[in-house]
């Protein structure tokens, strides 16, 4: 059946009059938006001329998204969170902004208020025995010149690429800190070096890939916002080389400019760092802030 211009004349009537959509009060950018999204559905179905099925299927989709709680992660699977860094770095060039870090996604993993300590934290709550990861670096702005007091909010998977909270085999705020920078602009945790993720492989996102023909897999990552007062606030990552996802990732969150390489310290070598007199691994990552 071709799209009946009928059908679709009827559409409009249900969607701006029965829907209430022309009838005073409610949001009117709301209203515009909402219409536009049922259009483009209702196109949809006329393109494809769903069947009845198909309309249950997807209604049963979203409901299964919902008791998953995994709507957030399908988002950043679609590439859909990641099309807001596009137009992040759009409206840098249109506004001939100075470059700071590269923003990219947040992804569906962030808890608010972990805990906050002055230039360094320990991260991991010691019971889980991977690597020893030792990450440092600067906030700086544009200038090189080192931002005093910005508080870098750093979040990350386990050995098993799970995030604590979600997962509620780990302790309250494991591997989830806030380090606050001093006059000298540097931050440190010690941690352990992440494992990459994998969606829930009996979920409804990787059902959703495995009917595109794609995995959901990302490379090991660490999470960052950077904030500092007036300066914008910044949501990154970087992702570490070495990984086979590294530019493969399911949530296209991998950019140029966020990749660090994690560097083995072994004996002979040990000694610098603060708390660690044990073969480790290094990561060194800086981060450019941009004034508001
Ligand atoms: C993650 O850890 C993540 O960062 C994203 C974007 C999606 C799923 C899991
Ligand atoms: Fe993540």
Request: a negative charge; proline letters at 4%; hydrophobic letters at 35%.
């Amino acid at each position: 059946m071709s799209v009946n211009k009928n059908i679709a004349s009827e559409l409009n009537t249900l969607l701006t009059v029965s829907s209430g959509i022309n009838d005073a009060g409610g949001n009117e950018r709301f209203k515009k938006i909402m219409l536009k999204v049922m259009s483009d559905i209702c196109d949809t179905i006329d393109q494809f001329d769903v069947t009845d099925e198909e309309f249950w299927q997807a209604i049963n989709y979203i409901n299964l998204l919902g008791e998953r709680k995994e709507t957030a992660l399908l988002a950043a699977g679609l590439g859909i969170e990641h099309y807001l860094d596009l137009r992040a770095d759009a409206l840098d060039a249109e506004q001939g902004n100075a470059r700071g870090t590269p923003r990219t996604i947040e992804g569906p993993l962030y808890v608010a208020n972990a805990p906050l300590s002055p230039q360094f934290a320990r991260m991991d709550d010691g019971t889980d025995n991977g690597e020893i990861m030792w990450l440092h670096g600067q906030v700086t702005d544009t200038d090189g010149n080192p931002v005093a007091n910005a508080i870098v909010d750093v979040w990350h998977a386990n050995t098993l690429g799970n995030y604590s909270f979600f997962d509620q085999s780990q302790s309250e705020y494991n591997l989830r800190r806030r380090i606050q920078t001093g006059a000298d602009g540097r931050y440190a945790v010690r941690s352990i070096v992440p494992s990459g993720y994998g969606c829930p492989p009996d979920g409804p996102t990787q059902a959703l890939l495995n009917q595109l023909g794609r995995h959901g897999n990302r490379p090991a990552h660490i999470h960052f916002f950077v904030s500092a007062p007036g300066y914008k606030h910044l949501t990154t990552q970087i992702n570490l080389s070495g990984d086979k996802y590294l530019w493969d990732d399911f949530a296209f969150a991998t950019r140029d400019g966020l990749v660090a390489d994690p560097v083995k310290i072994t004996d002979g070598q040990i000694a610098s760092q603060r708390d660690i007199n044990q073969p480790h691994t290094e990561v060194n990552f800086n981060f450019t802030l941009c004034q508001a």
